[in-house]
Every structure is written in C-alpha cells, then in structure tokens.
C-alpha cells in the first residue's frame, strides 16, 4: 500500500466502536498518511486524547478554542487540507447533524468545510438504525456528491442485542480506503479539487439515433462508457457536472448537476446550446450520427422487394459549433475515433473543431473505441502528444482529466 502524503481527517464521535478507531489511525500511519484526528466532545467519553494524539502523532482537536493555548482551531484550514474526510464510527446524532447541516461542534464545522469526499461508517443500536428518521439522513447523505457510506455491518452490538447497526469493520475500512487510493492514484488531491470544484463541467456521451421511420433508426455502437467514466471522475473531483447522453443502457451517475437524455443529434444540439454560455469544460464524446435520413416516414415503412433508398442529409457538427463560439476562458475537449491516419485526423479536428484538447482512439488498435470496457487513446493537447497505454475506460477517464488538470486553470 503506498499513501505516503494522503491527509486525511479522521472524525470520531460518541460510540463505542471509537476505541476500534485506534486501529485505523495506526494502520494508516503505518501505510504513511498523515491523520489530523477531530472528535465530537462525546467522542472523548470514550477513548482519550492521549491515544488518539500518541497514534497520530498531532494534536487532536475536539474544541473551538484550545484552552490550553488560547488558540483558535482553523476548521475552514482543516476542511482544506484534507485529501479525504473519514467520520469512524459515525454516530446517530453526528448523521442527522450532517443530513441536517447543524454546526454545533467543530467536528461540524469542519465537515462543512471540507472540500475533499467524505467517507462516513455509521455505528448505532439496530432499532436506531433501521429508524425513518436515520434513514432520511442516510439517504439524504450518500445522494450529496463525493459521499461514501461504509457498512454499517451486521453482529452483535453493544446493547447485548444483535443485528445490523455495528461499524464496519476496521480492517474493511482501511481495505476500502486503500482500493480508493490506489484506482484515484494521484487525482484526487487537494489540489485538484480546488481547480474542477463548482467548475461546470458538459459532457456528452453516447450515440444517437436518427429516425428512418417509427421503428427504424441509422446509429452506431457507443455504449456511453467512456463519456459515463468521465462524468464520474469529474463527480469526484466536486464538479458540477451536467451529462448529454445519448441512448445507453447505463444508469447516470449519482450527483449530477443535470442529466439530459436525447435521442438525435439535432436533440443533442439543443440540449448542448442551453450550455453554451456557461460552461467552463466542455467533453464531447459523443458518437454523433453524421448523418441522419432526410425525412422521417411515419409509421412503420412497408418492407419491399429490391433496393429501398434513404436519401441522407448531414447532422450540424456540435462541436464545430461550440468551438467557434467558445470563449478564451471556456476549455474545450474533443474525442476524434478513427480507422486511418489517426494522428493527422485528430490533428486536423483539434484545430478545425477549435479545442484545446483532442482525444483519439483507432477502432484498429485492439481493446479500444465502441463498446469495450478497455480504451486507448493518444491525447493532443498544449503539452504535446501523450500517448495513454490499454487500460479500463474507468482509468483512462483519469488519466484524461489528469491531463487536462495540467492545462487548465479556472478564470
Ligand atoms: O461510448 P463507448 O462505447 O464507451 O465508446 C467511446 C467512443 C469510441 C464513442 C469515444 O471514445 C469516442 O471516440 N467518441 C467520439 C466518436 C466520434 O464521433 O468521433 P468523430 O471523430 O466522428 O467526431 C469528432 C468529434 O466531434 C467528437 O468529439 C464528436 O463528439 C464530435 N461530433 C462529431 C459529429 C457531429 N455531428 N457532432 C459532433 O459534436
């Protein structure tokens, strides 16, 4: 496992399971993480500062003010500092605070202010557990974006009774966090979410269909899970993200600013102009139809012996369109897909298509284009030409925002 550098903030509140929370701080200052520990005043009942402060190697923080130096504690600086924030155990009261944005305490506060995700393990008695109130607040908190629930697991519980309501275990925990670590690689940051935090983010993804008639259409074999993947690791990162997607079968990503489902490319150009104005990065990796049948019969076309014509008329290019209107602050990324002559074709639409970036993939190179869960793409940017080796679109959808978080910086 290699976190060196990760800072995380471990919140603990009122549970019995805190004392299983020293666990997790030496097993993630062993993988070499820097932990900053902020508990709840109840928390303090059961596992002291000392442990906590002799485990993590820092103060801990519990209070506003630390009395024993007059000094104030910096929740707004916490919540920045933070590459990820885990509350472990979270307690009934600490999940319908965070439902509820209540800022009685600084563990609150700082929960308010972080900037980075927010992973939660829920531990409480099961009849609380299974309570509609706490399911509000749980529903509530794992729709907000970047918020990641674990466990809670089911076994015997302190009240003597039995059943769902324990914290996941610890073992688990640090397991899912280093899964986390090592799929985000380097991507999620501080840093970077700084940049793409609030930034609105257009995507579009998917094919279209353009209608022969009621029950025939002409498109292509775009799955949407290359734009899909984009939009979850623009998600991550805390932007507002809103997804055009064409007909896919996958189901939108949870936190989404918008989500617009078309049909035809003409609906896509519609959907993309409302945005026009006011994005800041535009992905367009859509597989739009080029061209669509002249005029749609209606009802279901008579099947015929011989040839039966459609006369075609070509789709308005979306991207064209966008890059001439595009501002010096709005940053533009195009896919190109290509059978021949790649590297010119891609060349030639970054420029005539006016982008800042180009993404090319070759339905010729094995495992990449329509369809597959694998991509590989050759990136053409202001950096130069990068070329990204076979990997799960998942990963590639990083290493693609990695890139551009290299080129771009928010007006
Ligand atoms: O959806 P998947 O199965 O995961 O597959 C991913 C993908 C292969 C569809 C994706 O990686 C990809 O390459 N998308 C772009 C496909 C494409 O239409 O390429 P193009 O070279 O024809 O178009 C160039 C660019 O112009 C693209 O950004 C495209 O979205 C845009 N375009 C094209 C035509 C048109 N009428 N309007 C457009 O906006």
Known sequence: MGWSGRKILLGITGSIAAYKTTWIIRQL??????????????????????????????????????????????????????????????????????????????????????????????AMDLDMWKHPATTRNVLELVSRPNHKMLGPASGALASGLSGVGRMAEPQDIVGALDQWWSNNKDLVTAESSATMRDQLILITAGPTREAIDDVRYISNHSSGKMGYALAQVCLDLDARVVLISGPVSLPPPHGLFAFIPVESAMEMQEAVKKYQEQFDIGIFCAAVADFRPVRKTEGKVKKKDGIFPIELVANPDILAEVGSKKRSDQFLVGFALETANGLAE???????????????????DPGAGFGQD?????????????????????????????????????A
């Not at 891609?346 to 010729?364: F, G, H, P, T, Y």
């Open 346 to 364: 891609a060349e030639r639409k970054k420029s005539i298509k006016n982008c800042d970036m180009l993404v090319l993939n070759n339905m010729q």
């Open 29 to 122: 200052k062993n993988n070499g993480a820097e932990v900053q520990v902020v508990c709840s005043p109840d928390a303090l009942g059961f596992v002291t500062p000392l442990t906590l402060s002799t485990l993590s190697e820092r103060p801990v923080f519990s209070e506003f003010v630390r009395s024993d130096q007059g000094e104030w504690v910096n929740h707004v600086a916490l919540g920045m500092w933070a590459d990820l924030m885990l509350i472990a155990p979270c307690s009934a009261q600490t999940l319908a605070k965070m439902a509820g944005g209540l800022c009685d305490n600084l563990l609150m506060a700082v929960y308010l202010s972080a900037r980075c995700p927010v992973w939660f393990a829920p």
């Open 374 to 410: 694998t991509n590989q793409v050759t990136l053409f940017s202001a950096k130069g030409i990068t070329e990204l080796s076979l990997a799960p679109k998942k990963e590639i959808a990083r290493q693609i925002i990695q890139h551009l978080l290299q080129c771009y910086s928010p």
